[in-house]
């Protein structure tokens, strides 16, 4: 569990970024304004080897989904875990808030443990919709969207009716319940 400051400080910034636009929805705007600049990377639980990931920033605008979606695919060939799409923008409050919600304490050792997670940039609806409309376009709803594949590429969830588009209502426990819905049996 959080210490009481930094418990304080997620509440914070999970305030700011609510007020920083009022919804991600499916507006081809962009954001109303602009994410606070300061903001906390979350290092908690990272897996062995790998970073983690800036929450305020989980899309790397400059990264190939279609690489990244065939390098994971092949690692969960191998550990049989799943894959987990998360389409979304670094502008998008939602979107932020999810990805803070996947590194929560709570969160993290569940999903680690069960699937391999490539975040997909969508930037203003104007980038990878490629990679969208190959998984049935689950950004028409709203971002953030998740998109989960078995190790041999069989879509098995989507939040393709916007499910999560308005994530910034959603608990580290709703995030779970979903994760649980979704992982692959054991």
Known sequence: ????????????????????????????????????????????????GESAIDVNHPYDEQADPKADITAVMERAKADSKYVLLDFGANWCP?????????????????????FHVVHIDVGYWDKNLDVSEQYGNPIEKGIPAVVVLTPDSEMVATTKAGELANARTATADDVLAYLHQWAPTQ
């Open 1 to 48: 569990m959080f210490s009481r400051p930094r418990q304080f400080a997620l509440i914070l910034a999970i305030l700011a970024l609510v007020l920083a636009a009022m919804a991600c929805g499916t507006s081809s705007n962009g954001p109303s304004a602009s994410l606070p600049t300061e903001a906390e990377t979350v290092e908690a639980n990272a897996p062995s």
């Open 94 to 114: 939602d979107c932020i808030v999810l990805a803070t919600l996947f590194e929560d304490p709570s969160v993290k050792p569940y999903l680690d443990a069960n």
